[in-house]
């Protein structure tokens, strides 16, 4: 029974973004109930970090999950940020594909997503209202506002159901929102460990959370110090595409394909788009809509064979060095640390990309599993940890490659050591709607390994020199048992008293505090 | 310097879906070169079954595979389905989250992004635009068009550039598109592999492919069966939340809440309606819209405590114990091959699924690398092979966690083996928008264990024999070759003649052609 195409269109619909996500949340990430949660932290504490800094100002956050019933919980979300201007709160939190970071510059968050993820999970499993307040500044003075909403998927917009105006002294954003199917733990894919590595990363935040249990834990800056403000970049010419040149140029308002190029790429200079001229032949001084995609390919190929300058690298603020050995001693208290942040490189031929890698060995480093450690990688994005899909992972795959035996590491999976590696740039490849996993670009996988062998160097070092230093003692424990027994029977046998030894023994032994205390006596 | 909300939202946007995927493409699985055509093929296969197979037409597709030059090729597919009505063809390949799959029905697609995402990664990658031409029927008269367009992704529309009417003496669909960035591959996550595995799970159908070096492959259809057409299936009272029931009750043109109930859930009577009032005390003669979710979270809860009838399977189609093994043996032509299909059951309470497993030993199975074979796993969800992500999967992980051993498998990675599982579900759960993975419910983890170990324990058998014979034939072999000698030898020392001892030596090793043709004689 063969049946016509009319038949089978007659059912052809359109879904909103919010439709789409509520048939298909695991694509947010909201996937199990532990994950599901941990992401509901993660969107949360991504996005407060990003408006604080923005706004220039040191972040602080304040976290209380609360427990009504088995898997029901009541989180409060509270940050210091600049707030929400009331007319954007429901586009940011109902919104699907709505938000101020689709620009060129790094940040945590980029993809509209996370807020009304959250916002659209919790009422899924409750069906209740999120309710927001917002303190924001006009004009130099504080405005604040409380609303409940709900949101309209169909619409992919909010519904307010109540509003009014509160009078308040600061600025910031608090979310209350109502979870069903999620449940708190203290495993590595947890809430709990979410914030511990997210302090590793950000020594400058301050984050105060209170548990189910109503225990308060508080991670205390371990650095005074506000990052610098990423800025916007322009695109490099080695890294846009013709499909690129021809977007841009049906969005411009420039009236000269050439102003187009230079006031929208970085290091493009006249003199650079006179002589792209020179080699395609092509009259840049059209109008930008009236490029052909033959010639926007003939463009990129020509920056593909000039020299530029490197993408501009005040766009990338990686942790630093410092810092990021600041962040682990905090956390992991270990007997040994060393951190390095690489110069900035590039991966598909322009965006510009840094990594920073950190080993610490002791201490709380590693993984207690039962009562072996296991080593530890911490996987973090422009500061953000990334907890789950560590198999696809660059990072996961660029640290496993390395042959660890070379730094006096036996089997990387049972050494007592945490792996901290981060990728900073304005564009990191992910993977997947979740932005879990980085995509292993060769440059990327190249890098994670220089970085992470240069600091697995120092390890070896400290590792070599512990041993030696263990053997060291070991020979001077035998001098010390047996030197003064042999001495003892030989003045016995020579019937002669024991002469002084201490002062030869200790300097063979070297050491110095004994030669000291003798010398001083 | 600290800067006021205001300014920071200066920069608000809202993106199409169009837009968002332009700037994450890898979340429509297009990452790397290989992978990206592959998705390619698996999108526009994909659509050509469901379309056939909904239309009660045995699948046949033509693909030709041109490379124009280094990583540019021009792509035709063309399918002999019921045809795109021309109002719809911009609507399927231009408009992202628009289709008509969006229903409880097991189909190989279901996001309506797939079409549109070859389209955009064309234009992405190249300018073109696309050609399309399509014949549907019309009150049984066939209709041709042909229209060339180019995707608006501004607006999430196409842009149609050229139309006209053909004349055509069958239905189906043509699409012609040009990419550049991608690269044909033999590799097992290249597009021949794919093309290869699918036509494992669908023996029904036939696809003539040239490759880009001119070879024609064939792949011929196993069985002139076409599949049951599966039915849309009503919810389970198991499966549904009170988010469902909310808004279903939004959406619903019925005027009480009971009838909505008995219309729109199965296994749902007016007694099993009367008994939910009873239970939850709830007036269930109200209007839809007069539900509140703290009684619709009453009323699932009350579902979870009935015994219901399981799902019903009429909407499961899966492929076959008879026909998993006919394309295993069509394909890998193996020694042994074995397949089961396991009756439905549900995850997550209420949605059904299948899980079919089946194994082949020798011939073609497993993976040659090197000179060592390998084994390889098939993973397929509603007859697609998945091939990335195999890691986080739960068809690999319910592999894994198989004791192999058990089943006379030492090494599960290094057995010259393919496993094939198959999920059948009206909705399975993928972890990624690249639909490459199975979350890991425990209930399909459970069903892929259990299919697969029934599978291994024939395969066991018929390893345990095969060796029971090898030894059974070295036993003859020494047999046959020293009673002849030993009895010359003692002929000769007792000067007789050699007795006849064929028939019992024959008898003795078994080999009743032997004794056949002695009988003969």
Redesign the interface.
């Given at each position: 029974?063969?049946?016509?195409?009319?038949e089978?269109?007659?059912?052809?619909?359109?879904?909103?973004?919010s439709?789409?996500f509520r048939?298909?949340k695991?694509?947010l990430g909201f996937?199990?109930k532990i994950r599901s949660l941990t992401m509901v932290f993660h969107e949360l504490i991504t996005n407060s970090f990003d408006?604080a800094e923005?706004?220039?100002?040191l972040p602080e956050i304040k976290i209380d999950l609360k427990r009504l019933d088995k898997d029901h919980y009541i989180l409060r979300h509270r940050d210091n940020g600049?707030?929400?201007?009331e007319d954007?709160i429901t586009?940011v939190f109902c919104?699907m594909?709505?938000?101020?970071k689709?620009?060129n510059i790094q940040s945590r968050g980029q993809?509209?997503l996370g807020c009304s993820g959250c916002v659209l999970l919790s009422?899924?499993?409750?069906?209740?209202p999120a309710r927001v307040t917002s303190g924001?500044?006009?004009n130099g003075e504080i405005k604040g506002v409380q609303m409940t909403f709900k949101m309209d998927?169909?619409k992919n917009q909010g519904l307010i159901l109540d509003k009014k105006e509160i009078p308040l002294d600061s600025?910031g954003v608090c979310i209350e929102l109502h979870f069903k199917d999620v449940s708190y733990s203290l495993s590595e894919q947890g809430a709990y460990e979410y914030i511990r590595r997210t302090m590793i990363a950000n020594p400058h935040a301050k984050i105060t959370f209170r548990d189910p249990t109503g225990h308060v834990y508080i991670f205390d800056r371990a650095s005074e110090e506000i990052p610098p403000l990423p800025k916007e970049v322009l695109p490099h010419p080695r890294g846009v595409?013709?499909?690129d040149l021809?977007?841009m140029a049906k969005?411009t308002d420039k009236r000269r394909f050439r102003s187009m190029l230079t006031s929208n790429l970085s290091r493009m200079s006249t003199k650079r788009v006179n002589e792209i001229e020179e080699i395609t032949g092509i009259d840049l001084n059209k109008r930008p809509k009236d490029m052909k995609?033959?010639e926007?390919?003939q463009i990129v190929e020509t920056f593909r064979k000039m020299d530029f300058m490197a993408p501009p690298t005040s766009g990338l603020i990686p942790i630093g060095q410092e810092q990021v050995e600041k962040g682990m001693i905090e956390i992991l208290d270990p007997e040994f640390v060393a951190a390095t942040t690489r110069k900035p490189v590039t991966y598909r031929g322009g965006v510009a990309f840094v990594i920073e890698s950190g080993i610490s060995y002791g201490g709380e480093s590693g993984r207690l599993i039962g009562d072996q450690k296991k080593a530890e990688i911490m996987r973090f994005a422009n500061r953000v940890p990334l907890t789950f899909?560590q198999?696809?992972c660059a990072i996961t795959e660029g640290l496993k490659s390395i042959d660890w035996k070379r730094y006096g590491i036996r089997d990387l999976d049972n050494a007592p050591i945490t792996v901290f590696v981060n990728i900073v740039s304005t564009n990191v490849?992910?993977?997947?709607?979740?932005k879990q996993s980085v995509?292993p670009e060769p440059e990327i996988l190249h890098e994670v390994r220089q970085a992470t062998m240069k600091v697995a160097r120092k390890l070896q070092k400290y590792l070599r020199a512990k041993k030696a230093e263990k053997e060291e003692a070991m020979r001077s424990q035998i001098f010390e048992t047996y030197v003064p027994i042999i001495l003892k029977e030989a003045a016995a046998l020579a019937e002669t008293d024991v002469p002084e030894y201490e002062h030869v023994l200790a300097k063979v032994t070297r050491k110095p505090k004994i030669l000291e205390e003798l010398d001083d006596e």
């Open positions: 029974m063969e049946r016509q195409a009319s089978l269109f007659e059912e052809f619909k359109e879904l909103t973004a439709e789409f048939r298909n695991q694509m996937s199990g408006a923005e706004a220039g100002i600049p707030g929400i201007p954007f586009k919104t594909f709505a938000g101020s689709f620009r993809q509209g009422q899924m499993t409750t069906g209740k924001y500044k006009v998927v169909k600025t595409t013709a499909d021809i977007f969005h995609w033959e926007a390919e899909d198999g696809s490849p992910y993977l997947s709607t979740g995509a």
